[in-house]
């Protein structure tokens, strides 16, 4: 069973950085791509970050290009985004999603999300 | 950058209700056009992809069409458990996601 599990989200004020982590398990880590996904409170969802399989590539959104940044670690099967320079509209839950196959480029499996809230 | 724009943004309807979501693209992306669900505190949940194919285990009630800028997604009998907020997502250039519909009970 695909199991995904987000971790590090927190209050941090406007200008600080963050961590998140995203356990991966019950499958071959490094066969799919993976992505971060948020939602502001009562908002709808904005796609932030892909990784591919093997970690050499990597795509964002231009809201958050320059600031954040992902990786994947196959040793631990973890996926992570480093968040720098927060600014307070990057208040959001933030959901990590692997493809849904190796072949289907969309969001198949979710974790529970994180809340990462960004305020002084 | 591909905008997505959903219509209606919220949608009243009545169990066994036929119901109707549009999705159109700012530029043609082919099929590659997605369908999700979310409830309340909920991670969302991939209904369909390539504009028509249902995602393992998704109730054959859904069904989604469309290509290049118009999708649809059509619940053809609208159950309790259907109400939630379907976003539509386009994967033909990075992703990006419409601004949701929600589907409330009449």
């Known amino acids: 069973e695909v199991q995904l599990v987000e971790s590090g989200g927190d209050l941090v004020q406007p200008g600080g950085s963050l961590r998140l982590a995203c356990a991966a398990s019950?499958?071959?880590?490094?066969?799919?791509?993976m992505s971060w996904v948020r939602q502001a409170p009562g908002k709808g969802l904005q796609w932030v970050s892909t990784?591919?399989?093997?970690?050499?590539?990597?795509y964002y959104a231009d809201s958050v290009k320059g600031r954040f940044t992902i990786s994947r670690d196959k040793s631990t099967n973890t996926l992570y985004l480093q968040m720098n320079s927060l600014r307070t509209e990057d208040t959001a839950f933030y959901f990590c999603?692997?493809?849904?196959?190796?072949?289907?480029?969309?969001?198949?499996?979710w974790g529970q999300g994180t809340l990462v809230a960004v305020s002084s | 950058d591909i905008q997505m724009t959903q219509s209606p943004s919220t949608l009243s309807a009545s169990v066994g209700d036929r119901v109707t979501i549009t999705c159109r693209a700012s530029?043609?992306?082919?099929?590659?056009l997605a369908w999700y669900q979310q409830k309340p505190g909920k991670a969302p949940k991939l209904l369909i992809y390539?504009?028509?194919i249902l995602d393992t285990g998704v109730p054959s009630r859904f069904s989604g069409s469309g290509s290049e800028t118009e999708f649809t997604l059509t619940i053809s009998s609208l159950q309790p458990d259907d109400f939630a907020t379907y976003y539509c997502?386009?994967?033909?250039?990075?992703?990006?996601f419409g601004q949701g519909t929600k589907v409330e009970i009449k």
């Open positions: 999603a692997r493809d849904r196959s190796r072949t289907t480029v969309v969001q198949g499996y």
């Open positions: 019950g499958f071959t880590f490094s066969n799919y791509a």
């Open positions: 990784i591919s399989g093997s970690g050499s590539t990597t």
């Open positions: 530029q043609g992306i082919n099929y590659w």
């Open positions: 390539k504009a028509s």
């Open positions: 997502q386009q994967y033909n250039t990075l992703w990006t």
